[in-house]
C-alpha cells in the first residue's frame, strides 16, 4: 500500500470524535448490516465467557448482544471516547430496571493494540470497522490473541468496489488521494489462514443507496466520519471547482434520476482452534527449522 493511501489513525479518531452526536442519523447502512450480522448469529453456537464488541461505535450491537447471552460480560471498544459515551447513552434504559444492570464495560482502545489478556475473550465481534485499520494482520494478530481456544471472530467490513463511483469521479482532477482503501474478501481470507484462525468462512454482499447529487453523498460521508482520511488527502478544504469537477464526472452514473453509491460489505467469520494435545493430554507444539 503506498503512504498516501495509509490511513492517518490520529485523524481518522479525530473524526469519529466529532460524527459521534449525529452518527446515528446517518448511518443507515451500518445499521442494516449489523442486524444481518446478529441474524447470522443465531446460526452459530457459541457459549462466551466475556464478549469484545471491537469497534463498537455507538454501540448498535450492544443491547441484543446481552439479549442474546444474558449475563455475559461485553466489552464495548472503540477509538473514540465520544462514541463510547453515545454507546452509553444508548443502554442507560438498562440501568433504571433493578437486577439488569448489564456488564457492560466501555474500553476507549486501538484495535490494532488491545488492552486485553492473551485467551481472555470468547467472542470477538466487530461490525463495520476493520477497514479503518492501518495494518489489518495486526489487528486479526490481536483478535487472536485475546481469543481463548474454541472462540470465535465475526466481522463485517468494506470490499474494494465500495464507493467505486466516487473513486472514479475523482480520477484526473487534483492527482490526490480522495477514497480510502478497502481490502478484498480473498485476500481477507488469506489473512485469517495465516494469521492461525481455523475454518473461515468469507462471503460479499453489495448495497447500493442512492443520493439527489455528489455533494449529499460527502455530507452523509462526513456525518458518519467516514470521509477521507488518508495521508495524501488534500491538505486544505476542497475548493468549489474541485467539486464541480466531480459532480460533473459523476453523472455518468446516473440512473433513474438518482446518483448511485456502491458500498461492497464483505462478511467473515473464524475460530480460534483448540490446541492439539498428545496421548498423554499435552499440548502439542509445533517447531519449524529455520530456513
Known amino acids: 500500500m503506498s503512504d498516501e493511501l495509509a490511513l492517518d489513525k490520529r485523524q481518522l479518531k479525530r473524526s469519529f470524535e466529532h460524527a459521534a452526536e449525529n452518527y446515528d442519523a446517518a448511518a443507515v447502512l451500518q445499521h442494516e448490516v449489523c442486524n444481518r450480522m ?20 455507538t454501540g448498535n450491537a450492544l443491547a441484543e448482544l446481552m439479549a442474546r447471552y444474558p449475563g455475559t460480560p461485553l466489552v464495548a471498544l472503540d477509538l473514540a471516547l ?64 485475546v481469543l481463548e481456544p474454541g472462540g470465535l ?15 472514479l469521479a475523482y480520477e484526473g482532477t487534483d492527482g490526490r488521494t480522495h477514497v480510502n482503501r478497502f481490502v478484498d474478501m480473498h485476500d481477507i481470507g488469506d489473512m485469517l489462514v495465516h494469521g492461525g484462525y481455523g475454518d473461515p468462512v468469507m462471503d460479499m454482499e453489495p448495497f447500493t ?8 453523498l460527502m455530507r452523509d460521508l462526513k456525518s458518519i466520519g467516514a470521509h477521507n482520511v488518508t495521508r495524501g488527502r488534500p491538505g486544505a478544504l476542497s475548493g468549489k471547482s474541485l467539486i464541480t469537477n466531480v459532480g460533473r464526472n459523476y453523472e455518468v452514473f446516473r440512473n433513474n434520476g438518482k446518483l448511485p453509491a456502491t458500498f461492497e460489505v464483505v462478511y467473515g467469520h473464524a475460530w480460534k482452534p483448540q490446541p492439539r494435545l498428545s496421548p498423554t493430554g499435552r499440548r502439542v507444539i509445533d517447531i519449524k527449522a529455520r530456513g
Do not use: H
Open 38 to 57: 446478529l441474524g447470522r448469529l443465531q446460526y452459530i453456537k457459541v457459549r462466551p465467557r466475556l464478549i469484545l464488541d471491537a469497534g463498537s461505535g
Open 82 to 145: 465520544a462514541m463510547l459515551e453515545r454507546g452509553r447513552r444508548r443502554l442507560k434504559w438498562w440501568q433504571a430496571l433493578p437486577g439488569l444492570r448489564p456488564p457492560l464495560y466501555p474500553v476507549c482502545a486501538d484495535i490494532e493494540r488491545l488492552p486485553f489478556a492473551n485467551e481472555s475473550v470468547g467472542l470477538v465481534w466487530s461490525n463495520l470497522a476493520l477497514q479503518w485499520m492501518t495494518d489489518l494482520p495486526q489487528a486479526f494478530g490481536e483478535m487472536y490473541r
Open 153 to 167: 471472530l465475526m466481522f463485517s467490513t468494506f470490499g474494494p468496489d465500495t464507493l467505486k463511483e466516487l473513486r
Open 209 to 216: 443507496l442512492t443520493y439527489d447529487d455528489v455533494r449529499a
